[in-house]
């Protein structure tokens, strides 16, 4: 039989963030791998979506979005951005932010194209630059804040560069970009005439007196950033697949249509769920937010410094890198799996995150878990305190 798989299957393989949730459910353990927040999701979203569901409000919605989402989003944008949204021509609406950035590569950038990213990275920005035929290129960040130099940045710059990457607060390492970094990054990509494509879904999680900026609120940056966003993290509703990108009207419209061609539209009903939590959770419930990962933050990276798994303390997102180079393994993922096995916890394998060799010492864990999810995990740590680990070679 001649028949066979495209060759577009090699580019796009099962993320080590699924892979790991399965070998999880193998061995019954603590899932700390994959992303997925299991705390309730706020009243005010679930009745909403439910009452659009009553309502019979479950046919699509115009492709770029329903309006209550999209006025939603732009008076969130004005307020703490001070950008001035058009709900009309600068927000798209699509499934999940991964989907917003899918489409925006698809419209603004040709094969061949290379794209920045900053190491480490979030696998599948690197997946999705693939996937459209872009090339990554990797600029290193040294930890502990992930800093990165300007020269290494300007040695990755070449003819064919068209765009960097920017996620703030980052995943996996939890760095917030501060506005001098960001700057920095906004002279270079004026200069270098680039795209910014930034990845801003983690916005509320924020700790230690840090600020979340919007790269496309700094002079001359409006019309060449992608903003690309999402409710699933903060509302806790990562299966409804509600994210969106805002941008310059002369990009929004190419981005939606790419949207539409992909996607059709995001869930009409779980959009106005979201709609409704974007317009009637105040501040307050945004810091509570924060207050409460802060502290499973705590709790989980006290428990990593205890059993000698150093953690690379994060400023926010809710992840956190943890030093496993005491742990028997050629590799992370060898590692990661010794981990599982002997605790029964779920981490997800460095190499997923960095080109070079730093990662095959290093496995990120999410802390967006309910607290006695997080306390189990820790007990089960304290088994590497038996002193039976053993550090490989």
Known sequence: ?????????????????????VECERVGGVNLSQGVCDLAVPAPVVEAAKAAIDRGENSYSRHDGTAPLRNALADKYRRRAGLDVDPETNVVVSS?????????CLALLEPGDEV?????????????????????????????DWS?????????????????????PSNPSGKVWTRAELEMIAEFCQRHDLFVFT?????????????????ASLPGMWERTITISGLSKTFSITGWRIGYAICDAKWAEAIGNFSDLVYVCAPTPLQMGAAAGIAEL???????????????REVLCGALDEVGL??????????????????????????AMHLLEKTGVASVPGESFFKGIEGETIV????????????????????????????AG
């Open 282 to 296: 105040d501040d307050e419930y945004f810091e509570k937010l924060a207050a409460k990962y802060r502290k499973k």
């Open 1 to 21: 039989m001649s028949l066979k798989l495209s060759s577009r299957h090699e580019w796009v393989r099962k993320s080590e963030l699924r892979a790991m949730s």
């Open 96 to 104: 999940g932010a991964t989907g917003a950035l899918y489409c925006s």
């Open 199 to 215: 990845d801003e879904i983690y916005e509320h999680f924020i700790f230690d007196d840090m600020e979340h900026i919007s790269a």
């Open 116 to 144: 920045i990213l900053f190491e480490p990275y979030y696998s599948y920005h690197e997946s999705t630059l693939i996937a459209t035929e872009a090339v990554p290129v990797f600029v290193k960040t040294k930890a502990p």
């Open 310 to 335: 150093t953690p690379c303390v994060p400023q926010g997102a809710y992840y956190v890198l943890a030093d496993v180079s005491s742990l028997p393994g050629a590799n992370s993922k060898e590692r």
């Open 364 to 391: 990120r864990f999410c802390f967006a878990k309910e607290d006695d999810v997080i306390e189990d995990a820790c007990r089960r740590l304290q088994s590497l305190k038996s002193g039976r680990v053993q550090a």
């Open 148 to 168: 990165f130099s300007m020269e290494d940045l300007e040695n990755a710059v070449t003819s064919r560069t068209k765009a960097i990457i920017v996620n703030t």
